[in-house]
């Protein structure tokens, strides 16, 4: 369901959630998948939640 309203491919909302780094593409784009899903759930603040996702990301692959 999350998939069809957001368009975001379940393979990847599952590598979110399960914070499969290299499975998913560049940053820009996590955050803007993050940022529909917590939006879709009414999620409290969902810039923090992307902001916190992108440093993981960001961490895990070397880029800060």
Known sequence: Q???E???RPNLLDAIEK???GKLPAAVFVRGFVLQV???LR???PEEL???YVE????ERGEE
């Open 2 to 4: 999350i998939s069809v």
């Open 6 to 8: 957001t368009k975001v």
């Open 19 to 21: 914070e499969q780094w």
């Open 38 to 40: 917590a939006r879709l």
């Open 43 to 45: 999620m409290d603040e």
């Open 50 to 52: 992307a902001k916190s």
């Open 56 to 59: 993981k990301l960001r961490i």
